[in-house]
């Protein structure tokens, strides 16, 4: 614990802290990155550009290696990884243009051909006698065992570029991501927006390599954002939240990988993730399954209270031992049954509103009323004095005939 406290605090090293910062900044792009992708639908257009690295870093080693420089230099290597992934992403466009696969299957095809292709590439590799090839398979998983100090701040500053891509581009990315036909109409062009989009997303692939690794980089430009949609209904608070969990993902997970180096950096990153993004889904105030609970539970008291209430006023027996206990317990009615004066009021409250709910209902459009018509809600309050009154002229009317 006093060694994760050190990494956490950044006193666990300069290499260490420099590595733990740039982790949170590649979570915070990815994160702001992703969230856009998530909204557009079109998450696994990441996957295909991340499988589609693994080429591009295998042939770059290759030719620096053939051109009497050092393999294992890493702008090289990301610069191989991202004409690799452009690549990809142009071959995904032709064939769901041209063709009638669909994107998802043009995407899968992509990926595991590129993929494949470039797993026999890293083993081709491994016969080599130059380059320093050992250790290049890190790139699969990520590892920040061998990085150093440069490598470390060409992370950090890339993905502190993203971040500036994504502040900058947020609006015309967030329409596009709902509604492409109205941006289309406004003078925006989606096919230029996707495009920086998808060089944003490209970006934070290319540069999360190291770090996390090509199989791992997606999961954190999805997780983050869905987690983050759990608790708004706001695009942009989406994009910070889901930014805020990405670089805690990053922080955390580089600063316990700092305490643990046989266990891979980007695997801890994603379980880091992964975590907040249970927390998201169990306990979340609105759409968490916890909240989802409470609701229905009092939404089916609800209902109890109702029918229960309807039946006391119409003097019918209540046969339904949930309904009576509902009654039971907000003292509606005696254990004999037999109403209380609260439950006598509450009653004929109740069978007034059902009443007035039928008459609005016939008065009014379905669009003009409030919460459709739900009747588990009491109508006072939710219509004006005026249209109150007209409804119980009706009522009056209707029960003078």
């Given at each position: 614990?006093?060694?994760?406290?050190q990494a956490?605090?950044?006193?666990a090293g300069?290499?260490?802290?420099l590595v733990?910062?740039?982790?949170?900044?590649?979570?915070?792009?990815a994160?702001?990155?992703?969230t856009f992708?998530?909204?557009?639908?079109?998450a696994l257009v990441?996957?295909?550009?991340?499988h589609?690295?693994?080429?591009?870093?295998?042939?770059?080693?290759?030719?620096m290696v053939?051109?009497?420089?050092?393999?294992?230099?890493?702008?090289?290597l990301?610069?191989?990884?991202?004409?690799?992934?452009?690549?990809?992403?142009?071959a995904?466009d032709l064939?769901?243009?041209?063709?009638?696969?669909?994107?998802d299957?043009?995407?899968?095809a992509v990926l595991s051909?590129?993929?494949?292709?470039?797993?026999?590439?890293?083993?081709a590799?491994?016969?080599?006698?130059?380059?320093?090839?050992?250790?290049?398979?890190?790139?699969?998983?990520?590892?920040?065992a061998?990085m150093?100090?440069s490598?470390?701040?060409?992370?950090?500053a890339?993905?502190?570029?993203?971040?500036?891509?994504?502040?900058?581009?947020?609006?015309?990315?967030?329409?596009?991501?709902?509604?492409?036909?109205?941006?289309?109409?406004?003078?925006?062009?989606?096919?230029a927006?996707?495009?920086?989009?998808?060089?944003?997303?490209l970006?934070?692939?290319?540069?999360?390599l190291?770090?996390?690794?090509l199989?791992?980089i997606?999961?954190?430009l999805?997780?983050p954002?869905?987690?983050a949609?759990?608790?708004?209904?706001?695009?942009?608070?989406?994009m910070?939240?889901a930014?805020?969990f990405?670089?805690?993902?990053?922080?955390?997970?580089?600063?316990v990988?700092a305490?643990?180096?046989?266990?891979?950096?980007?695997?801890?990153?994603?379980?880091?993730?992964?975590?907040?993004?249970?927390?998201?889904?169990?306990?979340?105030?609105?759409?968490?399954?916890?909240?989802?609970i409470?609701?229905?539970?009092?939404?089916?008291?609800r209902?109890?209270?109702?029918?229960?209430?309807?039946?006391?006023?119409?003097?019918?027996?209540?046969?339904d031992?949930m309904?009576?206990?509902?009654?039971l317990?907000?003292g509606?009615?005696?254990?004999?049954?037999?109403?209380?004066?609260a439950?006598?009021?509450?009653?004929a409250?109740?069978?007034?509103?059902?009443?007035?709910?039928?008459?609005?209902?016939?008065l009014?459009?379905?669009?003009?009323?409030?919460?459709?018509?739900?009747?588990?809600?009491p109508?006072?309050?939710?219509?004006?004095?005026?249209?109150i009154?007209v409804?119980?002229?009706?009522?009056?009317?209707?029960?003078?005939?």
């Amino acid at each position: 614990m006093s060694a994760l406290t050190q990494a956490l605090t950044l006193g666990a090293g300069y290499n260490a802290a420099l590595v733990t910062v740039g982790a949170a900044l590649l979570g915070g792009a990815a994160g702001s990155v992703g969230t856009f992708m998530f909204l557009r639908k079109r998450a696994l257009v990441s996957d295909a550009l991340a499988h589609s690295t693994l080429p591009g870093i295998a042939i770059a080693f290759m030719v620096m290696v053939a051109l009497g420089g050092d393999g294992r230099n890493l702008p090289g290597l990301l610069a191989g990884s991202a004409i690799s992934a452009a690549i990809g992403l142009v071959a995904v466009d032709l064939i769901t243009r041209h063709t009638r696969l669909a994107q998802d299957a043009a995407i899968g095809a992509v990926l595991s051909v590129f993929f494949g292709f470039g797993v026999v590439c890293l083993t081709a590799i491994q016969t080599m006698t130059a380059g320093r090839q050992a250790g290049l398979e890190t790139f699969l998983l990520g590892s920040t065992a061998g990085m150093l100090y440069s490598d470390a701040l060409l992370i950090a500053a890339s993905a502190a570029l993203c971040v500036a891509g994504v502040f900058i581009l947020r609006r015309p990315m967030t329409i596009v991501a709902f509604d492409a036909g109205f941006a289309e109409t406004s003078g925006i062009s989606v096919r230029a927006v996707d495009f920086a989009m998808t060089s944003l997303v490209l970006a934070v692939t290319v540069v999360g390599l190291k770090l996390v690794g090509l199989v791992l980089i997606v999961a954190l430009l999805i997780i983050p954002p869905v987690a983050a949609r759990f608790w708004s209904e706001r695009s942009e608070r989406v994009m910070l939240l889901a930014a805020a969990f990405g670089a805690a993902s990053g922080y955390v997970g580089a600063a316990v990988s700092a305490t643990a180096p046989a266990l891979p950096t980007g695997a801890l990153i994603v379980l880091t993730a992964f975590g907040f993004f249970a927390v998201s889904i169990l306990f979340s105030p609105h759409r968490g399954v916890l909240a989802q609970i409470v609701m229905r539970r009092r939404t089916s008291v609800r209902v109890h209270r109702r029918q229960g209430l309807l039946a006391l006023a119409k003097d019918e027996p209540i046969y339904d031992r949930m309904t009576l206990a509902v009654l039971l317990r907000e003292g509606l009615v005696r254990p004999d049954g037999v109403m209380t004066e609260a439950g006598e009021a509450q009653a004929a409250h109740a069978s007034r509103d059902e009443a007035r709910w039928r008459v609005a209902a016939a008065l009014f459009e379905p669009a003009a009323l409030p919460v459709r018509g739900d009747p588990l809600i009491p109508i006072d309050g939710l219509f004006t004095d005026d249209q109150i009154a007209v409804i119980d002229a009706h009522l009056a009317g209707a029960k003078g005939a």
